[in-house]
């Protein structure tokens, strides 16, 4: 199992908006703050359905069980894949250079300056995925480069967001599309690369104009035979 190691690479922290913008464009041209972000917007007005009648849990579990879905409709009509790998719902890029994976992460989750993780335990699933991240980092930028392009695998990307339930002024939720690179105890620990998108106020009247598809999609589930 991979740990955190004092000697571990800092990570690369993009956060300009213009060029995470230009980042998500490189990794795939359907990739888009607009688009990631009205997937989770579309979470959190699902969040908002919870009641005190609910479990304690609904509204975080409501959150995923919206954004998920909405996040891999919008991808899909881009050509990306969808897989469920031991119950890890997938978003796969058409050239199988990566893949994504949606999580709740901490507090720290979006801040230049913090050190995300996600927020409820991961097991098996993600370590062997970490595992098989690491070994990108051994490349140099020109090998990368190929590797991105599909030649040597795919890498698992983590689309993490955290709701911000603090002051009046700080009630926000926060996204970054980030690549792990180290993995300890169930939590994520290392990241290769964080790209910080823009915060989302939850400010009711405040909402990111609709991006993605309303009507209903059929969406089919490759799965690989003997997987």
């Not at 030649?151 to 939720?173: F, S």
Request: glycine fraction near 6%; charged fraction near 20%.
């Amino acid at each position: 199992m991979l740990t955190h190691s004092p000697s571990q690479q800092p990570a690369r922290i993009v956060v300009d908006p213009a060029e995470v913008d230009a980042r998500l464009q490189q990794l795939g041209p359907a990739l888009t703050q607009d688009l990631m972000l009205e997937a989770n917007q579309r979470g959190y007005e699902a969040r908002l359905e919870a009641t005190i009648a609910h479990a304690p849990t609904a509204a975080g579990t409501l959150h995923w069980h919206a954004f998920v879905p909405a996040l891999r409709l919008a991808l899909k009509v881009q050509g990306w894949s969808t897989k469920d790998h031991k119950n890890c719902p997938l978003i796969i890029s058409p050239d199988r250079s990566m893949a994504i994976v949606v999580m709740t992460g901490n507090s720290e989750t979006g801040k230049e300056f913090g050190n995300p993780t996600n927020q409820a335990d991961k097991g098996a699933v993600m370590d062997e995925a970490v595992q098989k991240n690491i070994q990108y980092q051994l490349f140099e930028n020109a090998a990368l480069s190929e590797l991105q392009k599909g030649k040597g695998g795919t890498q698992l990307w983590v689309l993490l967001y955290h709701v911000d339930a603090g002051a009046k002024d700080a009630r926000e939720i926060r996204t970054e599309l980030s690549l792990p690179s180290s993995f300890h105890k169930r939590k994520i620990v290392g990241w290769a690369e964080r790209i910080i998108l823009r915060s989302i106020p939850t400010d009711p009247s405040t909402r990111i104009a609709p991006s993605l598809p309303i009507e209903p999609i059929e969406v089919v589930v490759e799965r690989k035979t003997g997987s």
